[in-house]
């Protein structure tokens, strides 16, 4: 079955906010995306009071949408959120892991290595690590509510995070993946809280949001 048009454009524009091709305070030009996409205003806005639900675009009223630019607040808030779920996922993880499963993490780690050199595309796949933790372990609620959450980290991530710490994020995954294929749920535990600390450590909050033109994220 296709996907209909409004899930189309909200998967679109997640993604390019997840990709850092769309960044925090863009307009979202209701007929440029009709025009974009091929479809009426209606879909569109249907698709950007998803988005809205989400927390990845906010509706002002006689203005328009816009991506959302996270407070300062908000990010903090969001970190404390995932260190609380992300622990108890580990937990479950520890309890079902199985050969396959590591297997299937280390997979996804050789394609984050493999991407630290493409911005967007590395983004995607760190974030993408935690919520693929939580699909294997059979968690599908837990799943998408992380999916949710790693969204807004990721435009949390645009706004403030130093560039230099993608490689060292990686590298804190393969010591994860260890302790996981050890089934040693106290240091997994440990390492996840560690490192979902050091993401929120690396966020600058004193820097400038940036801005950017849809049409070149959208291309």
């Known amino acids: 079955m296709e996907p209909s048009p409004t899930r189309t454009i909200v998967e679109a524009l ?11 305070g863009t307009k979202l030009a209701e007929q440029k995306l009709a025009d974009h ?8 806005r249907q698709a950007l009071f998803q988005l809205a639900q989400k927390h990845l675009v906010k509706m002002e009223p006689a203005r328009g949408a816009f991506v959302a630019v996270p407070s ?7 970190f404390q959120v995932r260190r609380l779920l992300e622990a108890e996922m580990v937990r479950q993880f520890v309890r079902s892991v199985t050969a396959a499963k590591i297997r299937a993490l280390r997979e996804h780690m050789a394609q984050e290595k493999a ?17 693929r933790i939580a699909e294997l372990a059979d968690n599908a609620v837990l799943a998408q509510i992380l999916r949710d959450l790693v969204s807004r980290s990721s435009l949390i991530t645009l706004m403030y995070q130093r560039d230099s710490f993608a490689a ?31 993401v929120e450590e690396s966020l600058a909050f004193d820097r400038a949001v940036p801005t950017h033109d849809i049409s070149l994220a959208l291309a």
């Open 115 to 131: 991407a630290l050199g493409d911005a967007s595309e590395r983004q995607q796949l760190l974030g993408d690590f935690h919520v």
């Open 168 to 198: 060292h994020s990686q590298e804190e995954h393969v010591e994860l993946v260890k302790a996981l294929a050890a089934k040693d749920e106290k240091r997994a535990v440990r390492l996840m809280d560690e490192h979902l600390q050091h």
């Open 14 to 24: 997640t993604r390019a906010i997840v990709e850092h091709r769309l960044q925090p």
């Open 72 to 78: 300062v607040a908000e990010a903090r808030q969001v």
């Open 37 to 44: 996409f091929g479809v009426s205003r209606t879909l569109v």
